[in-house]
């Protein structure tokens, strides 16, 4: 089988309730997926030699590269998670990479109730979350250099005081030493992942009414398209156009036989008169974070631009591709990036370049 797909016992056993027998389905990263080398290349333009050529894609957990957390120790010390401005991508980030650095530093993270990852995920099953966070006022700050980019010396500091993060921290290296802890943290509470499941329910109900669609097993693939805010910004960010999910679409469609693709968007109405709309199903009126569990339940996921569709493609654990570059050379937001981009984006991610 190629990829993990819905087929018609999931779907009739979630339509019953029976959740033991129909879970979201999820990829196994043991899973290797091939196709044919020529039409690959074709089809994606990889650029440089950190992309890897879909022909080569193993899914496997990163391999730790920073300090490994000491789980022995009671944490006599604490880091505490300074709020920003910034919405929901923006948040994960920092709060992401302050349990990470914590982590690897022996420390633990203090963590205000009124934050508002705190209604949305389970941090409180790596984190203290308190109602009084005084305790985080006068301690000491660090801060980072760059906004998108690793910098080491923010790690630089003695673990023996409490100490404050402040940024933006958008760097997975931050917290690949403890990835499957934050995956723990970061799953989305059951109000919004039910919600989630039945969006996705009556779209997979209303496909199969289609008599051509039963019978068959379907692989998900959702897509996210990042446009409102960032279209012609003036620091230089760049917008996924429109050839890039047709190409993208084109290629789930060479790899397996049957695809459905799920849209979420801030612009719907210029995703529904852009993209292809063969088995495609727009997603309106939901809140950002039941459209990030959306996205995160499909097996592939089409990313955009921005640190939302970041995590959206990262929780969904499957074959994740992302437009390149994100940024317009010689821009304010291209200085915050490192000179390859190879601190944002993660290496088994499949870069799309036009």
Known sequence: MRGATWDMTFYKNWLKGDKQNATTPRINFKQKITTDNKRTTAMINATTPRTRELSSISYKIVKMTTVRPDSTKKPKHFMCLRPIIGRLGNLMFQYASTYGIARSKGMEVIVPSKQRLVNIFHLHLGSRVLNNTSMCKNVRTKREI?????????????????????????????????????????????????????????????????????????????????????????????????????????????????????????????????????????????????????????????????????????????????????????????????????????????????
């Open 146 to 354: 760059r906004i998108c980019a690793f910098d080491k010396e923010v790690m630089h500091f003695d673990n023996n005081k409490n100490t404050a993060l402040e940024g933006y921290l958008q760097s997975y290296k931050y917290f690949e030493n403890v990835t499957d802890e934050v995956r723990r943290q970061f799953k989305f509470q059951d109000p919004i992942q039910n919600k989630a499941d039945q969006v996705i329910r009556d779209i997979y109900k209303r496909h199969l009414e289609n008599e051509n669609n039963k019978n068959r097993s379907w692989t998900f693939v959702s897509i996210h398209v990042r446009r409102g805010d960032i279209v012609n910004h003036p620091n230089g960010y760049k917008v996924a156009p429109r050839e890039y999910f047709n190409r993208t679409q084109n290629m789930f469609r060479s790899l397996y036989k049957n695809v459905l693709f799920i849209v979420c968007s801030n612009d719907i109405k210029w995703c529904k008169g852009n993209l292809q709309t063969e088995n495609t199903y727009f997603v309106e009126g939901n809140s950002a974070e039941v459209d990030m569990a959306i996205i995160a339940s499909c097996n592939h996921t089409i990313t955009s631009v921005g640190t939302y569709s970041w995590w959206s493609g990262w929780l969904s654990k499957g074959l994740v591709t992302y437009y390149f570059p994100p940024a317009k050379e010689g821009s304010v937001i291209r200085t915050q990036y490192s000179k390859d981009y190879s601190d944002y984006f993660l290496p088994n991610w499949t870069r799309v370049t036009l």
